[in-house]
């Protein structure tokens, strides 16, 4: 079975879905892996160290596409690149079919099974194909830097003779992984942290963090597979009611809430950015999702009445070494779950494999 890896195309996208290690696990699989020339170069994985490990390196992209009987991607195929692919192949990647539709009907068309990491189940035996937990930790970690790049103020306290410099406080919205990270390394860096999430499960994670769970007085919004489920306008506008002073306390708003599948809820509205002092920064993780913030912009910082809005995208791309690691190591072990005796065997039966597949046999699976 051939394993295929072609070069990341997506604007910004800095990650490699294959990486040494997971070259060798492949191989020792049964698999034979072929990689695009310069494939890994920007997460610095060169040819020469995946050759080592027994990848075969091909300089041309259609004949490696139609050469696959697997590709592993990061990002979605683009439409002219599935038309390469033998009827019958597979592909792994983020595909986020609610985004990518033009991609999910072109793989139907050309009947190739395809798997979406966005999709696998929370399930404890799922845990080592769990991509979306393992980059939204790098992402949480890089929002805070990003808010310590941008903030006009330091994060720790400090006492000196000229005086005593106060901590910065940092509010975190959404306490899902990419949260709990963005705490993590905020209280790395001295700030005065505190969060909320509509899962009042969180709260225990949040406080072994050495931040303050913010109780609001509302319900629970825990939904299936630990996932916050979709909230309600109603819910939505009395959480901004309350929401709105701690906001306006803080410095320093980090923002993650996502629902898989559905626009970010919206947690902080324009009156709140206006509330909020000068100097103070959001960074909206959800930015690519329509934003939890009222006035971000995906892609872009902003001054809002001096306040600075970030909407960055692709926030785990920016460490591509170690995003690419965990990302292959990801994609490997869903792959290796799909194969048995040496091929491609899925038994479509397990609810992960199941979850997952969002085209097979001509059809897309997922409503």
Request: glycine share 8%.
């Amino acid at each position: 079975m051939r394993v295929v890896v072609a070069q990341e195309t997506a604007d910004g996208e800095r990650r490699v879905a294959v990486v040494p290690e997971t070259v060798a696990t492949l191989t020792a699989a049964g698999c034979s892996v072929a990689v695009q020339a310069g494939a890994g170069l920007s997460a610095h994985v060169t040819d020469d160290e995946l050759a080592a490990r027994g990848a075969d390196i091909v300089f041309e992209r259609s004949q490696l596409l139609r050469s696959a009987d697997v590709v592993l991607a990061v990002q979605p195929l683009p439409v002219g690149d599935v038309a390469q692919l033998a009827a019958g192949a597979t592909t792994l990647s983020f595909l986020q079919p609610w985004v990518h539709g033009d991609t999910v009907r072109a793989l139907a068309a050309r009947s190739v099974t395809s798997f979406s990491l966005d999709l696998v189940p929370r399930l404890s035996r799922a845990q080592p194909m769990d991509a979306l937990s393992s980059q939204a930790l790098i992402a949480g970690y890089r929002a805070v830097l990003l808010a310590a790049a941008t903030a006009p103020r330091m994060f720790p306290l400090f006492m000196t003779a000229a005086g005593t410099v106060a901590p910065v406080k940092l509010l975190v919205l959404g306490a899902g992984v990419a949260g709990l990270q963005a705490i993590a390394t905020a209280r790395r860096l001295g700030a005065v942290v505190s969060a909320y999430d509509v899962r009042a499960a969180s709260a225990d994670e949040v406080r072994s963090l050495g931040a303050t769970f913010l109780d609001l007085g509302l319900d629970s919004q825990e939904g299936a597979g630990g996932y916050a489920r979709v909230q309600s306008e109603d819910f939505l506008a009395r959480q901004r009611d309350v929401i709105g002073e701690h906001v306006a306390r803080s410095d320093i708003v980090v923002t993650t809430a996502a629902v898989p599948g559905r626009p970010a809820p919206r947690l902080v509205s324009a009156d709140m950015v206006h509330a909020m002092r000068a100097g103070s920064v959001i960074v909206d993780l959800a930015a690519e999702g329509g934003g939890n913030c009222e006035l971000t912009r995906a892609g872009e910082s902003i001054d809002v009445g001096g306040v600075t809005i970030v909407g960055p995208r692709n926030a785990a791309s920016a460490y591509p070494v170690h995003a690419s690691a965990l990302y292959a190591r990801n994609v490997a072990n869903l792959l290796l779950l799909l194969i048995r005796d040496g091929r491609l065997d899925p038994d479509w039966d397990d609810e992960v494999v199941a979850d997952c597949c969002v085209t097979r046999s001509g059809e897309v699976m997922q409503p």
